[in-house]
């Protein structure tokens, strides 16, 4: 796959941080009406679980990751489905069906590129890289950008960044926004850069809505609401608010800014909702994965499961 040039940041301006109020009730109403979206079934359900996996960067982080676990997500990621399971597909159809990204550490990166070289030349499946001290950020700028390089010398097509929440919870703004800068210079202008909030340790909505606004500003090509690690990740609610700051973004500068939900999102109905919430504000457009990702690693159980039961019964 080969991406658009990335975004370059523009000035840094207080105007995108004055007079944010957000009402908890209103969004949570909101989230809920989306919460209820994720009821449907049969072949619709299939083509929903489909378009979820194609979103979906799947993803392991953990202290045993080894070259061998690595090695098998890749495959898997490339080839998710057997040909008796989408026998209801043709041949041209059922090769686009893969994850859109892995996402792994940097030490892992180079098992991922190579294994992927290997199955599909390469040319359909990013290659995510956390850096910049995930999943806490609590590290020394100039060690965090190091990480960036690194990735990307390894074979990193993306890179999720995670910003430092303690310059969110000081109000600290602008040295944010220096920060992601220097982030995003490091990353360059052909790797796309997702900027991981970590919401749940961000305090306040309207906190969110702001880092939210620092992040796009300095050039993040998507916001990411979670590094999966905190007591809180993906909500309806909290994606709502990230989702008003790319609208509000967009408005202002004509800049499609990308969403990735991660952490919490483990089934089909779940990734409908959002998918449907997506489509209700962003519209269609978004739904694609330059726009668009779930950052899962137990989501393709439940899309094998789902395509795999309806297939049964329908078709």
């Known amino acids: ?15 995108w941080l004055q007079n944010v109020n957000i009402s908890l009730k209103a969004v949570q109403e909101s989230a809920e009406f989306y919460s209820t979206c994720g009821q449907v079934s049969g072949v619709n359900e ?4 489909i378009k979820a996996l194609q979103l979906t960067d799947l993803t392991t982080l953990a202290g045993d990751d080894t070259p061998s676990n690595v090695r098998r997500l890749c495959i898997r990621a490339a080839f998710p489905f057997t040909d008796h399971e989408l026998r209801f597909l043709n041949k041209d159809v059922k090769s686009k069906i893969h994850t859109a990204a892995v996402c792994v550490y940097p030490s892992r990166v180079h098992d991922a590129y190579e294994t992927l070289q290997a199955v599909d030349g390469g040319q359909q499946i990013e290659i995510a890289a956390v850096a910049t ?10 060690s965090r950008l190091q990480e ?4 990307i010398e390894q074979g990193a097509t993306e890179i999720d960044i995670v910003i430092d929440r303690s310059l969110v919870l000081r109000g600290e703004w602008k040295k944010l926004y220096d920060e992601i800068v220097e982030m995003r210079k490091s990353c360059g202008d052909k790797v796309h850069m997702k900027t991981i909030l970590a919401i749940g340790e961000l305090g306040t909505f309207e906190n969110v809505y702001k880092a939210s606004m620092v992040a796009m500003m300095a050039g993040s090509d998507f916001i990411k609401t979670s590094t999966g690690k905190e ?3 993906a909500t309806l609610p909290v994606g709502l608010v990230m989702i008003r700051a790319i609208e509000a973004f967009y408005k202002a500068t004509q800049r499609k800014i990308g969403f990735k939900p991660a952490g919490g999102v483990r089934t089909v109905k779940d990734a409908i909702a959002w998918m449907t919430m997506i489509k209700s504000t962003l519209g269609n457009e978004w739904l694609q994965p330059h726009l668009f990702r779930f950052g899962a690693s137990g989501l393709l159980d439940d899309i094998e499961k789902t395509v795999n039961t309806n297939s ?4």
Do not use: C, R
């Not at 990335?6 to 207080?14: G, R």
């Not at 001290?133 to 100039?142: R, S």
């Not at 960036?148 to 990735?151: E, P, S």
């Open 1 to 15: 796959m080969v991406h658009a040039s990335a975004y370059t940041p523009i000035d840094y301006s207080p105007k």
């Open 231 to 233: 007591a809180v990740n």
């Open 46 to 49: 299939v083509v929903w679980a």
């Open 133 to 142: 001290g995930f999943p806490t950020g609590q590290y020394p700028l100039a």
């Open 312 to 315: 049964e019964k329908h078709m």
């Open 148 to 151: 960036i390089h690194y990735a």
